[in-house]
């Protein structure tokens, strides 16, 4: 796939594949990848895919987390 096209272009970081990842699976960590690129299409429903589940993934290890502390 060919990397999403900048929001502001001159202005974007430098596109990492790797990191827009990260950025796009982890909610509460900001790399600056997810709001400096505009992705399309395909790209677009699996930036989603990777949002949703990031959230799933927090609210588990969040659900775990707690849990395991409810029982010390």
Avoid: C, H
């Avoid at 429903?45 to 609210?59: D, E, K, N, P, S």
């Amino acid at each position: 796939m060919a990397e999403p096209p900048p929001l502001k272009p001159g202005e974007a970081p430098g596109f990492n594949s790797f990191v827009y990842s990260l950025d796009l699976l982890l909610p509460i960590i900001d790399f600056g990848q997810e709001k400096a690129f505009n992705p399309g299409g395909g790209t677009q429903w699996l930036a989603y895919g990777l949002i949703a589940a990031g959230w799933v993934l927090a609210t588990t290890i969040a659900a775990g987390l707690t849990r395991t502390l409810r029982r010390a």
